[in-house]
T-cell receptor
């Protein structure tokens, strides 16, 4: 069974707006990773945040991690139509290798 | 190669048939993973290889599923006596090391398996 949950399940915004997606998990983690998936195919790695980090940036992406609340958020600033995709968070739990994914957030950016 | 590659991209088979799905990891990556993704769900872990050996196969749903990685590079996921419930996208990933806390898993494009 999947242990992660993304929120919201679907998000629709206009180009140029910011998009925020949240993720909760149940077990202790070593790291948490965010992925993007277009059209139900391959996953593209976006960013990895370790359990001892609280915030990380990569281009227009900002990820935060709150281990006390077992939650993470992904912020995409100045969204573009090309950002339309499903976004998944995945955590490795205590295994260091077995990623557990949520069901994802479907983001639609309208031009 | 530049990324993880998987073949075929699509596979349609009949119930009861045997299928093989292939994964070519990123050159130099020592760890390889298989996941399965059903429609509307996130990927679910199947098996993890360290080099040639399966270090964790706890995600394989039953004994109809088997995976090998004989030379520590290419891996093949084998499904015997396929059932309609096996229909899904099968994703392969590789990582540079043996799954350390900073180790990123890079995914291939997946094989969409349809069992009629």
């Amino acid at each position: 069974s999947q242990q992660g949950e993304e929120d919201p399940q679907a998000l629709s915004i206009q180009e140029g707006e910011n998009a925020t997606m949240n993720c909760s998990y149940k077990t202790s983690i070593n790291n948490l990773q965010w992925y993007r998936q277009n059209s139900g195919r391959g996953l593209v790695h976006l960013i990895l945040i370790r359990s001892n980090e609280r915030e990380k940036h990569s281009g227009r992406l900002r990820v935060t991690l709150d281990t006390s609340k077992k939650s993470s958020s992904l912020l995409i600033t100045a969204s573009r139509a090309a950002d339309t995709a499903s976004y998944f968070c995945a955590n490795s739990g205590g295994s260091n290798y077995k990623l557990t994914f949520g069901k994802g957030t479907l983001l639609t950016v309208n031009p | 190669g530049a990324g993880v590659s998987q073949t075929p991209s699509n596979k349609v088979t009949e119930k009861g048939k045997y299928v093989e799905l292939r994964c070519d990891p990123i050159s130099g990556h020592t760890a390889l993973y298989w996941y399965r993704q059903s429609l509307g769900q996130g990927p679910e872990f199947l098996i993890y290889f360290q080099g040639t050996g399966a270090a964790d196969d706890s995600g394989l749903p039953n004994d109809r599923f088997f995976a090998v990685r004989p030379e520590g590079s290419v891996s093949t996921l084998k499904i015997q006596r396929t059932e309609r419930g096996d229909s899904a996208v099968y994703l392969c990933a590789s990582s540079l090391y043996y799954g350390g806390p900073g180790d990123t898993q890079y995914f291939g494009p997946g094989t969409r398996l349809t069992v009629l």
